[in-house]
Structures are given as structure tokens and as C-alpha cells.
């Protein structure tokens, strides 16, 4: 039994070294970045997520396990008193105290010690990456982090004209109007490079995965091991809980401007034979934020087809189809993206100066035609009753980025997603005779309750419509959304993500399509692509 007691004494001890070591790690990450970031803005889900409870915890159960702790040892005391002396038991009691303190004052002086040079560190880190075209218009950005590293790394990497990053939590971070913006849009996705104290493991790996970081691109958060570099895809607002809980993270560079590539590809199964089919197929274009630097576009499956004469955003082919055959359009495709452009062009950026009256009259003023034809009803987006019950729970006396948000909220409650049709459309297994088919009327959603992406947007236009609030459809690899027009402003977006290859925005009142054909023909359509930044381990 004493034996026993003196292994669990020893475990025990181990176990409040590591609570006392995390507890004063966590309150200095948390004074830290008081200090550090002390003026950025977070929502209030956002302030109560970095009230650090961990730390509180800790502390609360480092002194309820010291507590028990010297309760076991007082009886582990008594249960040996036949083989020592009381002079004894109060010697050990007193051992224990004076190693708790010493275990406390330790942690605190390896934290107080100096950490590495940072600027070397990343330096050296950076050897692991290729970051293809390295600006020399933002050579300050790593310069001034870097030292008289810069060029030294400068010449490992080719140059790239668009490649521009800032410091989470920097002066020039707080002080800018990309920060601003940020903060009005927190659910964004970013691209962070994430440089680590220590090198990742398997545990850092698991707590990277809570914290809602994602790899860059489709790769396993395993191919991150042993690395002290990492690039990751992460929501904005969970950037500062994260900074403050995760304390082997060193420092986080927000990608603002880079470089993306990927391909966009559009298959095409016949399910019956025509001499003729005439497919207008939406080729991938610039948009705010997103300059198309290169696109190469081809056609496989077929060399007997004759393309026309069209809108530049769109092909326009004439192709003979056989039973079961397949015609693929695809096309490569790099982007140069800057976030603060594309963070600019959201509906809740730019709908806060306006309520729907000064709205109507200054459309009337400045737009009359895009508002005479963009708040039309049309054949797909038309009222109902249930559009009428939408309009009453809001608040139309809001701006218009509340308004909208407002609607999303009542439309997520009670608009189910149609799960079944979205992984039969995208498997390849859904057959439309026309383009149309594939979604039903605002109306019947109103009815049904469930609908995908594109009854959703045709429910959200028709309710815009209806308050006289220009609307349109656009279309994105895998997305079809709501887009607004917002005086001096132009379209803005409704749904924001820095991997779409845009496809399509509506030419009038109608939905809009990113592909189409006549006459009528059973066909199922295969959507697939990727954009991702250009760097690659």
C-alpha cells in the first residue's frame, strides 16, 4: 500500500507541474497579446471565446488537485507513522510545498528567457516553401521581417508580381483599412502563413483541426508534420482565439495579394442522339478582386464542332451527339487575387449606407434602367404569399446589409437544404432536358421547404425584387448566389469565398446559367475545378 501511495504521490506531482507550466503560458500569451492587439474590434461571440476559460480552469484545478494532493499525502503520512517520526511527515509535507514553488518559479523563468531571433527563424523556415513570384513592389513586407535575410531568400524563390502579405496583429495590420473591412465580414476564409516555435506534431496537428484550420489546399493536415511553416486556410474570427490559445504559433501573415491557379472543367453526357445540339457554355472572366491573368480553353470528346461567333464570357459551339457520349470543355486558369478588393465588393461592406427609401430614389437618380430591369419578376423568380409573410418579420426601416442579414436568418431556420439533389447533381446522376429543370419556382420552394443553392437564390431574389431592391443571380464553380446593386458601388456579392472561379452573372430579370443548349436534350453534367494559391511545399 505505501508503495502504491508513493507512485501515485509521484504522478501527482508530475501532473501539477504540467498544470502550472500551461496555466503561466496561457496568462502570458493572453498579457501578450493585450498588449499586441489590443485594438482590434471582435464580435461578442468572439470576446467570450478569448476570455480565456482555459486558463481559469486550469488555475481552479491546479488548486483543488493541490488540495487533494496534500489530503493524500497527510494520509499516506499517517498510514507510515509506525516507520517514521513526526520530525519526518513534516519534512516531506514541507517537500512538497517547496516543490510546488520551485516547480512555478521555473516555468516562469524559461518564459521569461529570451526566444530565438524571429527574423532568422522565418528565414530559415521559408526554405521549405516555394513561393513563386516574389514582388519586388512588396519587398518591404518581408524585408522589414526579415532583415538582411530578404535576400538571401529573395534569390530561392522566383519572382512573383502579385505575392503581398501583412502581420496579424501589426501596427500596419490595426492601422489599415483591410482590418476595417475584416471586421464587418468575420466569417471570411483567409490564407494565413502560420510560422510555429516548434516543430508541428500530431497533437498540434489535432488542436489546429478545433481551432478551423484547414490545409491549403485538399491535403491532409498530416502532411504538416514536423514542419515549423505552414500555410492554412482559416475563417477570419477564429484567427484571435487562436492566436491566443495556441501558443507554438509565433506569428500569422494574412495572404493579401497572390497569385491563384487551377482549372475549371465541364462535362457533358448525351443521353440520346442529335445531328445538332447548340451548347453556350460560360467561360471563367475577370470580377472584382479577381484579375484573369491566363486561360486557356479546349474542348475533348469531340473534333466534329464548330464553334460560332459570341459574347467573349461565353463559348458558343454547335456539336453532333451520340448516345452515351461525353463532351468535356476545360480551362487552366490563373488569377491574380487581392482580398481587400474582393472583401470590398460584400453586400454587408457596402449595404450599410442605404435604407430601401433614399435606395429607390437614388436608383432612380443614378440607374434607372438597371433598376427598372433588375426588379422585374421573370419566370422562375415570381411572389407568393410566403414572400409577403418574408417581408413582414423584417425590419424594412434597416439598411440594406441588415436587411439581408435579417432574411438569411429567417431563411436558414425554415428553408431545409437539399442534400440529395446537391450529391446527385454533383456525382454526374441528375438528367435535365433544359438547363431550366434544374430548379423550381420561388413559389413552390415557398411551399416545399427544400431546395438547393438555386431555389434559395430565386426565393432571395424575389423577395429583394418585391421591396424594389435590384437584384440578379451569378454563378460560381459549384454556387449559384444573390448578387445586389448598390449605388456608386455597382453588383455586390452575398456569398464570398476566395477559391471561386466566377462563371456568370444574369444579362437581365432571368436566373442565370453556366451552361445551356437547344433544342431540348436528356444531358447530365459533371461540374468540377479547383483555384488554389500558388505555393507549394
Not at 514542419?227 to 486556410?233: A, E
Not at 463559348?315 to 482580398?339: C, E, M, R
Not at 411572389?383 to 441588415?402: E, G, Q
Not at 446522376?429 to 413559389?443: G, Q, R, S, V
Request: aromatic share 12%.
Amino acid at each position: 500500500m505505501e508503495k502504491y501511495l508513493k507512485i501515485v504521490f509521484f504522478v501527482q506531482i508530475f501532473v501539477i507541474a504540467v498544470l502550472v507550466y500551461y496555466s503561466i503560458q496561457l496568462r502570458q500569451k493572453q498579457q501578450s497579446l493585450s498588449s499586441h492587439i489590443n485594438n482590434t474590434p471582435t464580435s461578442e461571440h468572439i470576446t467570450e471565446s478569448t476570455s480565456n476559460p482555459d486558463q481559469e480552469t486550469l488555475i481552479a484545478g491546479f488548486q483543488s488537485l493541490k488540495n487533494t494532493f496534500k489530503g493524500l499525502w497527510k494520509r499516506e503520512s499517517n498510514h507510515s507513522a509506525a516507520h517514521s517520526s513526526s520530525d519526518e511527515s513534516t519534512g516531506n509535507s514541507a517537500y512538497l510545498a517547496n516543490t510546488l514553488e520551485k516547480e512555478s518559479s521555473l516555468v516562469v523563468s524559461v518564459e521569461e528567457e529570451p526566444t530565438e531571433n524571429p527574423a532568422q527563424n522565418l528565414s530559415d523556415l521559408l526554405f521549405s516553401l516555394e513561393l513563386y513570384d516574389l514582388p519586388a513592389a512588396k519587398t518591404e513586407v518581408f524585408s522589414h521581417t526579415l532583415g538582411s535575410e530578404y535576400e538571401d531568400i529573395k534569390r530561392r524563390f522566383s519572382p512573383d508580381a502579385h505575392l503581398s502579405i501583412i502581420k496579424y496583429g501589426s501596427d500596419d495590420f490595426k492601422n489599415s483599412t483591410l482590418r476595417d473591412k475584416l471586421n464587418q465580414v468575420l466569417t471570411i476564409k483567409l490564407y494565413v502563413i502560420v510560422r510555429f516555435h516548434n516543430a508541428i506534431d500530431f497533437p498540434m496537428i489535432s488542436r489546429l483541426k478545433r481551432a478551423g484550420f484547414s490545409p491549403l489546399n485538399q491535403f491532409p493536415l498530416s502532411e504538416y508534420i514536423d514542419k515549423k511553416l505552414g500555410v492554412f486556410y482559416v475563417r477570419y474570427h477564429k484567427l484571435l482565439p487562436a492566436v491566443s490559445r495556441l501558443t507554438n504559433i509565433a506569428d500569422v501573415y494574412i495572404l493579401t495579394q497572390y497569385t491563384a491557379r487551377g482549372f475549371y472543367q465541364l462535362g457533358m453526357k448525351s443521353l440520346a442522339v442529335n445531328d445538332n445540339l447548340e451548347l453556350q457554355i460560360n467561360i471563367p472572366f475577370s470580377k472584382n478582386g479577381r484579375e484573369l491573368l491566363y486561360k486557356k480553353n479546349t474542348i475533348a470528346g469531340t473534333t466534329n464542332f464548330s464553334e460560332k461567333a459570341s459574347d467573349p464570357l461565353k463559348s458558343l459551339v454547335s456539336v453532333p451527339f451520340a448516345k452515351g457520349q461525353i463532351v468535356t470543355f476545360h480551362s487552366d486558369l490563373s488569377y491574380k487575387i487581392d482580398l481587400e478588393q474582393l472583401v470590398d465588393t460584400h453586400i454587408i461592406v457596402q449595404g450599410k449606407n442605404y435604407t430601401i427609401k433614399p435606395y429607390l430614389a437614388t436608383m432612380q437618380e443614378q440607374a434607372p434602367e438597371i433598376h427598372q430591369e433588375f426588379t422585374q419578376f421573370s419566370e422562375k423568380i415570381v411572389p407568393s404569399a410566403y414572400i409577403d409573410s418574408l417581408i413582414r418579420r423584417i425590419d424594412t426601416n434597416a439598411p440594406i446589409s441588415d436587411l439581408w442579414k435579417q432574411l438569411t436568418r429567417i431563411l436558414d431556420r425554415e428553408i431545409n437544404y437539399d442534400w440529395q439533389k446537391r450529391d446527385l447533381f454533383f456525382s454526374g446522376n441528375l438528367t435535365y432536358y433544359n438547363i431550366k429543370d434544374m430548379y423550381m419556382t420561388a413559389e413552390e420552394l415557398g411551399r416545399k421547404r427544400v431546395g438547393a443553392c438555386t431555389e434559395r437564390t430565386a426565393l432571395e431574389i424575389a423577395v429583394l425584387r418585391k421591396l424594389g431592391i435590384a437584384s440578379r443571380a451569378a454563378t460560381r464553380l459549384y454556387h449559384i448566389y444573390t448578387e445586389i446593386y448598390i449605388p456608386n458601388a455597382g453588383w455586390t456579392t452575398t456569398s464570398l469565398t476566395l477559391n471561386e472561379i466566377p462563371l456568370n452573372a444574369a444579362a437581365d430579370e432571368n436566373m442565370s446559367y453556366f451552361v445551356s443548349w437547344e433544342p431540348n436534350h436528356p444531358i447530365r453534367l459533371k461540374w468540377e475545378g479547383y483555384l488554389y494559391p500558388n505555393i507549394i511545399y
